[in-house]
Each structure stands twice: as C-alpha cells, then as structure tokens.
C-alpha cells in the first residue's frame, strides 16, 4: 500500500517534469522569436539595397540589376520562413509538439491555457480538470 512519502515523492516528480516542459516551451519560444526577428532583419537589409538600387536605377534610367531580382526572391523565402516560424510559435500554445529534439507536450488546458503534463488529471496552473487521454 502506498505511503504518505509516495505520494508526495510522486507529487515532487510530476512538478519537477511540469516545470521542466514549461522550460523546454519557454526556450523554444525564445529560440522561435530570435529566429523571426533575425529573418526581419534580412528582409529589412535586403529591402534597403533593393530600395537604393532601385531609387538610383531609376534616376539614371537605367534597368534594375539582376541581383535585385535575387534579393526580392531572398525576401520572399524570408518572408515564408517567417510565416512557418510564426505558425510554430502559435502552436506552442496549443499543446502542439515542440519541434525536433523536444518532448512533445499535453493538451493545453481548457480553462487557462496552461501546459500539462501526460497523465496529470488536474491543471497545475489553474486546478481545472483535463481531459483524459483519448478524449
């Protein structure tokens, strides 16, 4: 027959797993934001040299360069990583799997939105009851 010690050893395992996929949510998040803002940084360079290209070409009536037409494909492709990027990150708030080399997380809570770990039957953020696997 289980232990008061059993329980609460139990009750410690579930926490410290909780925390260490919120940690997991929370780095992948992080690592997904930088991602974005790096692509918008490119887009945002390209943009300027696509512009002054652009703006002097016209001056001088001269056609646009070839490489423009590479840096408007280049901002295009940042363009649709940015979209997958975003998509992921939304994601990571629906209980979604992380992406590779991450656990893949519970549903989110109904009530709140939380994570949760498998098997856990209340929210550890807001008490709701979760649903349970299979629903």
Known sequence: MPGFW??????????AT??????DVTVR??????AIARQRRQIEERCLSIGGTVV?????GTPPPPDTRDD?????AAEA????????????????????????????CPN???????GDRFCGQCGGALSPPGE
């Open 6 to 15: 059993d329980g609460v050893r139990k009750a410690a395992m579930t926490g």
């Open 18 to 23: 909780r925390v260490a996929v919120q940690a």
């Open 29 to 34: 998040r992080l690592e997904l934001q930088r």
């Open 56 to 60: 002097a070409n016209a001056r001088t």
């Open 72 to 76: 408007i494909a280049a901002v295009a």
């Open 81 to 108: 990583e940015i979209a997958r990027l975003e998509q992921e990150l939304t994601s990571l708030g629906q209980g979604a799997p992380l992406g590779p080399g991450l656990p893949p997380t519970a549903p989110a």
């Open 112 to 118: 709140c939105g939380a994570h949760a770990v498998r």
